[in-house]
């Protein structure tokens, strides 16, 4: 069936260090792709979203290519800062009812 | 922008009684949703409606409750709470989830906690 795997956490990095977080999809057809964010105590948000082979969505310095050919959207962002402390959720969506989501990457950045 | 608006965001339950999570949406969304959120377990789909009259199971309904009688409001019924009910929950909307215009729009999140 249809699912997302995103790299288990915590991540734990230091101030200024570059991020990568894996997702990778499987999915019948041609799925819409998006990060959200969901900060301490808040609900999630988006972040980033991509609906095609080979867009690029970015926010906020961090980015994601949609890639078909290996199934992934990874997330990236060059230089992670303290408030960049959060969950990471990768989601795909199929059709107009249905998303699917990973089950979230927590990020903790050290100053 | 109010956005999605969800009442209250704190409750402590007994078990077995009854209560009613509020949600709703001031962008003329068609489709919401409600999920619960367990530490480990990541987003599960209680239910779900893609218009005001129409609602679906998800993943996790059992216990659960919800209608949609109009486009904005998408209460969420615990029928006879449950320790295994504590949880933080989520309503979401949307004008679409696919495609270019693909965006969930979040509540900030009612805990509730069933003793």
């Known amino acids: 069936g249809d699912s997302v795997t995103q790299m288990e956490g915590p991540v734990t990095l230091s101030e200024e260090a570059f991020l990568t977080i894996n997702c990778t999809y499987t999915a019948t057809g041609y799925p819409s792709l998006f990060w959200y964010v969901q900060y301490p105590g808040e609900g999630l948000q988006l972040l980033l979203k991509?609906?095609?082979?080979?867009d690029k969505g970015s926010n906020k310095g961090f980015e994601a290519t949609y890639r078909k050919e290996t199934t992934s959207f990874h997330l990236e962002k060059g230089s992670v800062q303290v408030s960049d402390s959060a969950v990471y959720f990768c989601a795909l969506t199929l059709l107009d009812d249905k998303i699917i989501f990973g089950k979230g990457t927590r990020l903790h950045i050290l100053p | 922008n109010a956005g999605v608006t969800q009442t209250p965001k704190f409750q402590v339950l007994k078990t077995g009684q009854s209560m009613t999570l509020q949600c709703a949406q001031d962008m003329n969304h068609e489709y919401m949703s409600w999920y619960r959120q367990d530490p480990g377990m990541g987003l599960r789909l209680i239910h779900y409606s893609v218009g005001a009259g129409i609602t679906d199971q998800g993943e996790v309904p059992n216990g659960y409750n919800v209608s949609r009688s109009t486009t904005e409001d998408f209460p969420l019924r615990l029928l006879s709470a449950a320790p295994s009910q504590t949880s933080v929950y989520f309503c979401a909307s949307s004008y679409t989830l696919a495609g270019a215009r693909g965006e969930l729009f979040f509540g900030e999140g009612s805990r509730l906690t069933v003793l």
């Open positions: 991509a609906t095609k082979a080979d």
